[in-house]
């Protein structure tokens, strides 16, 4: 496998965070492609680890375990290359 090749392979989150104004939750609950959506309840419990001189945070990666119900998921995120709307960084599970 190349180089560039094997660069592609690994997995990229994209965060998108949008802030509406206040007041227009409604409006946006009431557009079509929302409002013919079936709403479903999910809860998950996350937690973070790092070692007590804080390893992980300082060579920029986060670690943290996720359940949802019975399922366990075990995730290793980098810090994100930049700051706004889209931030971008590596995720393995």
């Not at 409006?27 to 079509?32: F, G, N, R, T, V």
């Not at 070692?51 to 300082?58: C, E, I, N, W």
């Given at each position: ?18 802030h509406?104004?206040?007041?227009s ?5 009431a557009?079509?492609v929302?409002?013919?959506a079936?709403p479903?309840q999910?809860?998950q419990?996350t937690?973070y ?6 390893l992980?945070?300082r ?7 996720r ?6 998921t ?10 706004g709307v ?6 393995w599970e």
């Amino acid at each position: 496998m190349t180089p560039q090749r094997a660069k592609s392979l690994v997995p990229i989150e994209v965060e998108l965070k949008f802030h509406l104004p206040p007041g227009s939750r409604a409006a946006l609950e009431a557009s079509p492609v929302l409002a013919a959506a079936k709403p479903r309840q999910h809860h998950q419990v996350t937690t973070y680890f790092d070692t007590p001189d804080h390893l992980l945070y300082r060579t920029g990666l986060t670690l943290q375990v996720r359940r949802s119900g019975n399922t366990y998921t075990q995730t290793v995120k980098s810090r994100a290359n930049q700051r706004g709307v889209a931030a971008r960084r590596n995720e393995w599970e």
